[in-house]
């Protein structure tokens, strides 16, 4: 049963950096491609980046294209987000999610690709 649970969020001046954690603590991760999406108050979920199972294929959204990397260590069965160059349009809940599949498909955006989430972690970015 995959459990997912982000964490590393909280509040960052702008230009700042932050890494977000997604465990699966139902310990299946490893076979899995997992995305990252966020949502602002107000807003529809956005899709940000997403990593094949053995971590060797990836895909961003432009939004954050050069400035966040995704990254996944299987041996500790958790996934990372790193934000660098912080704004504070960034701030917004992010999300892990997985579909059980081994690799990003052409619709990684989608948010109804996914059966599983986690529960969040806020990041604030503010002077």
């Known amino acids: 049963q995959v459990q997912l649970v982000e964490s590393g969020g909280g509040r960052v001046q702008p230009g700042g950096s932050l890494r977000l954690s997604c465990v699966d603590s139902?310990?299946?991760?490893?076979?899995?491609?997992v995305a990252w999406f966020r949502q602002a108050p107000g807003k529809e979920r956005e899709a940000l980046s997403c990593?094949?199972?053995?971590?060797?294929?990836?895909g961003y959204a432009d939004s954050v294209k050069g400035r966040f990397t995704i990254s996944r260590d299987n041996a500790k069965n958790t996934v990372y987000l790193q934000m660098n160059n912080l704004r504070p349009e960034d701030t917004a809940g992010y999300y892990c999610?997985?579909?059980?599949?081994?690799?990003?498909?052409?619709?990684?955006?989608?948010?109804?690709?996914?059966?599983?989430w986690g529960q969040g972690t806020q990041v604030a970015v503010s002077s």
């Open positions: 999610a997985t579909n059980r599949v081994d690799s990003c498909m052409s619709t990684w955006d989608l948010v109804e690709q996914y059966d599983y």
């Open positions: 139902g310990l299946t991760l490893g076979y899995y491609a």
């Open positions: 990593i094949s199972s053995g971590g060797g294929r990836s």
